[in-house]
T-cell receptor
Framework: QKEVEQDPGPLSVPEGAIVSLNCTYSNSAFQYFMWYRQYSRKGPELLMY????GNKEDGRFTAQVDKSSKYISLFIRDSQPSDSATYLCAMSDNTDKLIFGTGTRLQVFP | DTAVSQTPKYLVTQMGNDKSIKCEQN?????MYWYKQDSKKFLKIMFSYNNKELIINETVPNRFSPKSPDKAHLNLHINSLELGDSAVYFCASSQAQGVGGYTFGSGTRLTVV
């Protein structure tokens, strides 16, 4: 079993939809949680960074962490075609080692 | 002004050759990393350096040797390249222990033929 599980998709939604992306994990020592967006042939770009449990909002993006369930989510409101990319969850404990999910490919069609 | 830059962007080489990838960050971060992204897009850590000192070495064949001349640079040298080394290699940097998140370069696509 992988340390971090993420549905690879693809997830296809119409423009304006609310998108929900999720990851589960097994290591209870994880306390830093991130979401990255990766466009084709580009490097991952940090979207959201949260510490421990709770919610964080930034514009159209909301990240949620539920440590009791070992479950994290990223919500994208009013999705746009420019949001079409692969979304990677990532997490770490108190070390420098960042563990990634396999990524979910999202397609937003006009 | 690029935060984490790596060169070259593309590298095509024959099996058995030796090649290097260079990385530089201008963010003042203490820690730098090499990650490998395979054909299924899975990103896996290879090495991390904190202020020129090796911190993480993840069961990578010893044909791969990172070198950090200073805390702003982390290079990756690969000896005796094999077909299975074909992947995209990403350099990244962060504050100590990844606080605040990691910044990635745009990747080096290595193809071994």
């Amino acid at each position: 079993q992988k340390e971090v599980e993420q549905d690879p998709g693809p997830l296809s939604v119409p423009e304006g939809a609310i998108v929900s992306l999720n990851c589960t994990y097994s290591n209870s020592a994880f306390q830093y949680f991130m979401w990255y967006r990766q466009y084709s042939r580009k490097g991952p770009e940090l979207l959201m960074y949260t510490y421990s449990s709770g919610n964080k909002e930034d514009g159209r993006f909301t990240a949620q962490v539920d440590k009791s369930s070992k479950y994290i989510s990223l919500f994208i409101r009013d999705s746009q075609p420019s949001d079409s990319a692969t979304y990677l969850c990532a997490m770490s404990d108190n070390t420098d080692k960042l563990i990634f999910g396999t990524g979910t490919r999202l397609q937003v069609f006009p | 002004d690029t935060a984490v830059s790596q060169t070259p962007k593309y590298l095509v080489t024959q099996m058995g050759n030796d090649k290097s990838i260079k990385c530089e960050q201008n963010l003042g971060h203490d820690t730098m990393y090499w990650y490998k992204q395979d054909s299924k897009k899975f990103l896996k850590i290879m090495f991390s350096y904190n202020n020129k000192e090796l911190i993480i070495n993840e069961t990578v064949p010893n044909r791969f040797s990172p070198k950090s001349p200073d805390k702003a640079h982390l290079n990756l040298h690969i000896n005796s390249l094999e077909l299975g080394d074909s992947a995209v290699y990403f350099c990244a940097s962060s504050q100590a222990q990844g606080v605040g998140g990691y910044t990635f370069g745009s990747g080096t696509r290595l193809t071994v033929v």
